[in-house]
C-alpha cells in the first residue's frame, strides 16, 4: 500500500486539474470594478468634473477567462475625449476597441454607470500653499520641539478654470504617525483631485521629535529700556530666574545669554502698585513656564 500511495497522490491531482480544467472550459458571468480613465483631451484642456474613480463591468466569458481578469487586476477603461469642448455625455459603451483587454472572448454585458457626464474646460495655473494633513500621537513624555519643515511649501497647479479659481490650497494625503519618539522624514504625495496636475506631486516632511522636558536658567539681568538722561531705575532684584519648557536637545545647547528680560521706563512711571512684571524674551521652540520673582521692585532716581 505504501508504494502505490504517490501513485495515488498523483492520480488525485491528475483529477482535480482535469476538473477545474472542464469547469473553467465553461461559460461564466463576473462583476469587475475597473478603474475609469479620460484621455485624449484637446491640447490645453482638461475636466475638473467629479467622475466615478472606477466602473462596474458585468462580463460573460469563459472561466478560465475571467479567473485571469481577475487575477491581474491592472486592467482600467480608457475612454479617449476627443476634440469637443463644454459638455459632454458619453456612452462607455462605445470605447470596447480602446480597451484591448475586452477581447473578442469577452461579452460585456452591461456597464454601472452606462454613460458619464463631465465638462471640458480650459486648464489654467495657479501657485498654491501645501497643508499637510498628518495626525500625530506621541510616546509619553515626547512631542514636536519645533515647527515641522515642509518641502516644498508650495506646488504649481494645472488644472480646470472653473475649480482652480476656488481653490486657496491643496492637500497631502492623510497620514497618522503613532508612538512617536524620535526624529521623522517622510515623502508625502498630494491629494489627488479630478483634472489637476502638480508640478511637485510629493513633499518631504520632517519631524523633529524629541523628549519634552524642563529647564531653569538663572541669573538673567533685567534691563531698563528708554530712561531720560537725567534719571536712573533701580531694580529689586535686577536678576530673574526663568524656567522653560522644550525639547532636551534644544534646551541642552541653551544659556543664559540667549533670555532677554527687560522692563520699559514708561511702564515704570504708569505703575501705580510699586511693582512691574518684566518682560521676557525666550528662544525659539521654548514655551515660557515661570518667573521668578514675577514682580520687580524699582526705585526711580532723578539728577
Known sequence: MKKNIHIIIISFIFSVVLWISIS???DYYATL???????????????????????SVKLKAKGW???ALGLTQNEEYVVPVGNEVGKRTLNLSNYFSDNQWLSSDVEVINFSPDSINFFVEKMVVKKLPII???GLKFRNGYGLASPMIMQPESTIVHGAASFLKDLMFVSTQRIDFENLDNQVTKTIPLEKIPGM??????IKVYLNIQKIVEKNFDGIRIKVLDVPKNQSILLLPNKISVGVRGGI???????TSQFNAYVNYRDVISDTLGSIVPHVNIPDNTILQF????????IIKKF
Not at 536637545?249 to 541653551?254: M, Q
Open 24 to 26: 473553467l472550459s465553461n
Open 65 to 67: 477567462k475571467l479567473v
Open 197 to 202: 496636475v502638480y508640478e511637485n506631486p510629493i
Open 33 to 55: 470594478d475597473v478603474p475609469l480613465r479620460l484621455t485624449g483631451f484637446p491640447d490645453g484642456y482638461t475636466s475638473g468634473t467629479h467622475l466615478p474613480e472606477f466602473i
Open 249 to 255: 536637545d534644544i534646551l541642552g545647547r541653551l544659556d
Open 291 to 298: 518667573i521668578k520673582p514675577d514682580q520687580i521692585r524699582y
Open 132 to 134: 499637510p494633513d498628518i
